[in-house]
């Protein structure tokens, strides 16, 4: 069983930034697929970026493109998404999934952590 907790969450300015953090354990998941996804109020989950841990290719939303990055910290099975130049729309809250693949899709997705909120003030 892995076990998935995202932390970092909270409120910044428009135009700021804040980073995320997703800590994995339970399982190594050195051939896992980490993905970020959000929920705004009253909105369906959507994607927002995902790394393949086995080789470190990147993919994101081009709601996000530009804006965000996603890394991870091996040596702490820990997962980032750098969130720059936030804006209201970024409102959310964000989960941090995985699945054994290599898959980006949100149905794939194995395990899944409680959630994160992040508030953009305007």
């Known amino acids: 069983q892995v076990q998935l907790v995202e932390s970092g969450g909270g409120l910044v300015q428009r135009g700021g930034s804040r980073r995320l953090s997703c800590a994995a354990s339970g399982r190594t998941f050195s051939r896992y697929t980490m993905g970020w996804f959000r929920q705004a109020p009253g909105k369906e989950r959507e994607f927002v970026a995902a790394i393949r841990w086995s080789d470190g290719s990147t993919a994101y939303a081009d709601s996000v493109k530009g804006r965000f990055t996603v890394s991870g910290d091996n040596a702490k099975n820990t997962v980032y998404l750098q969130m720059n130049s936030l804006k209201p729309e970024d409102t959310a809250v964000y989960y941090c999934?995985?699945?054994?693949?290599?898959?980006?899709?949100?149905?794939?997705?194995?395990?899944w952590g409680k959630g994160t909120l992040v508030t953009v003030s305007s």
């Open positions: 999934a995985a699945n054994s693949g290599y898959s980006l899709l949100e149905r794939d997705m194995d395990y």
